[in-house]
């Protein structure tokens, strides 16, 4: 029993005639009517009682007529779904971020759903590093990442630099204007954002303090962001992070001031060289590297 002879029986049944079926087939009525006896012969009963003007279906054409409609319309919901996904309008989008570039998720996401609300997201966390392995291991198909990176195989679109700020904790007096000298830093406990892997924002902060002929006091290193906002508000010290994690917590509930001279951190879109992107993956790389923060 093929696909062939099932569309045969359904066009017979929903048309009412042979001859009509076979008219909407483009075929001519004798070899429909030999396919129709060909499946009953298979199957080794009858599933339509004839007469000269009209078909009726026997309690068994009944039977077959609603099992195939099932085979038919799953057939064409597979092949529209398939097709769907190559347009990149149906499916799922992995994406790896670090958790001080979520921010940058919420507007492109938002954009994304609108043109295409089929496609669902899946997103991963953690640190640079983290990020590329999940892009070697293609669990991802797109990170989201700080600079720089480890690997050599990934293609890199920068997508913003962002200046280091420093946040205080509620009732501290560290700055009161919007910028503060790292020089000041140095009287402090301080919580920095390390990821693993290269020179990155806390070597980048350590080397300019250096400069400035001082050892800064760091009481806690951490690749989640949020780990340290949240450190701040228990009063623990004054956190060092790109100013984009400021938005991960409700505006106005911290205090910050950007560390001049300014540290800038770069932030990138990333994906491996030697993958095709899926076609949702090429629909939000364009909205992201489209979209203002």
């Given at each position: 029993?093929?696909?062939?002879?099932?569309?045969?029986?359904?066009?017979?049944?929903?048309?009412?005639?042979?001859?009509?079926?076979?008219?909407?087939?483009?075929?001519?009525?004798?070899?429909?009517?030999?396919?129709?006896k060909a499946?009953?012969?298979?199957?080794?009963?009858?599933?339509?009682?004839?007469?000269?003007?009209?078909?009726?279906?026997?309690?068994?054409?009944?039977?077959?007529?609603?099992?195939?409609?099932?085979?038919?319309?799953?057939?064409?919901?597979?092949?529209?779904?398939?097709?769907?996904?190559?347009m990149?309008?149906r499916?799922?989008?992995?994406?790896?971020?670090?958790?001080?570039?979520?921010?940058?998720?919420?507007?492109p996401?938002?954009?994304?759903?609108?043109?295409?609300?089929?496609?669902?997201?899946?997103?991963?966390?953690?640190?640079?590093?983290?990020?590329e392995?999940?892009?070697?291991?293609?669990?991802?198909?797109?990170?989201?990442?700080?600079?720089?990176?480890e690997?050599?195989?990934?293609?890199?679109?920068?997508?913003?630099?962002?200046?280091?700020?420093?946040?205080?904790?509620?009732?501290?007096?560290?700055?009161?204007?919007?910028t503060?000298?790292?020089?000041?830093?140095?009287?402090?406990?301080?919580?920095?954002l390390?990821?693993?892997?290269?020179?990155?924002?806390?070597?980048?902060?350590?080397?300019?303090?250096?400069?400035?002929?001082?050892?800064?006091?760091?009481?806690?290193?951490?690749?989640?962001?949020?780990?340290?906002?949240?450190?701040?508000?228990?009063?623990?010290?004054?956190?060092?992070?790109?100013?984009?994690?400021i938005?991960?917590?409700?505006?106005?509930?911290?205090?910050?001031?950007?560390?001049?001279?300014?540290?800038?951190?770069?932030?990138?879109?990333?994906?491996?060289?030697?993958?095709?992107?899926?076609?949702?993956?090429?629909?939000?790389?364009?909205?992201?590297?489209?979209?203002?923060?």
């Amino acid at each position: 029993m093929d696909l062939k002879k099932i569309l045969y029986f359904v066009t017979i049944v929903e048309e009412g005639q042979i001859t009509r079926a076979a008219h909407k087939l483009h075929m001519a009525q004798p070899p429909l009517s030999l396919q129709l006896k060909a499946i009953e012969e298979e199957l080794g009963v009858t599933l339509i009682e004839r007469n000269n003007k009209s078909i009726e279906l026997t309690q068994a054409g009944l039977t077959f007529y609603s099992r195939a409609k099932e085979i038919l319309d799953s057939v064409d919901g597979m092949m529209s779904e398939v097709k769907e996904q190559g347009m990149g309008i149906r499916g799922k989008l992995s994406i790896g971020t670090v958790m001080s570039c979520v921010s940058y998720l919420p507007k492109p996401i938002r954009t994304f759903q609108e043109q295409y609300p089929a496609v669902t997201f899946r997103l991963w966390e953690g640190d640079s590093r983290r990020v590329e392995e999940l892009l070697q291991a293609r669990t991802i198909d797109l990170g989201i990442t700080r600079l720089p990176l480890e690997s050599d195989n990934l293609n890199v679109i920068r997508l913003h630099a962002e200046p280091l700020v420093a946040v205080q904790p509620s009732g501290w007096d560290v700055f009161r204007a919007p910028t503060v000298s790292i020089k000041e830093l140095k009287k402090y406990p301080l919580l920095v954002l390390h990821g693993q892997g290269g020179k990155g924002i806390f070597e980048t902060f350590v080397e300019m303090c250096e400069t400035f002929d001082f050892t800064p006091n760091i009481v806690c290193e951490s690749p989640d962001v949020a780990t340290l906002l949240t450190l701040v508000d228990s009063g623990i010290g004054v956190a060092v992070v790109p100013k984009l994690a400021i938005q991960l917590r409700p505006e106005g509930t911290l205090s910050h001031a950007e560390i001049t001279p300014m540290l800038k951190s770069d932030t990138a879109l990333i994906w491996l060289k030697n993958r095709r992107l899926s076609k949702a993956a090429e629909h939000f790389k364009s909205i992201l590297m489209h979209s203002s923060i």
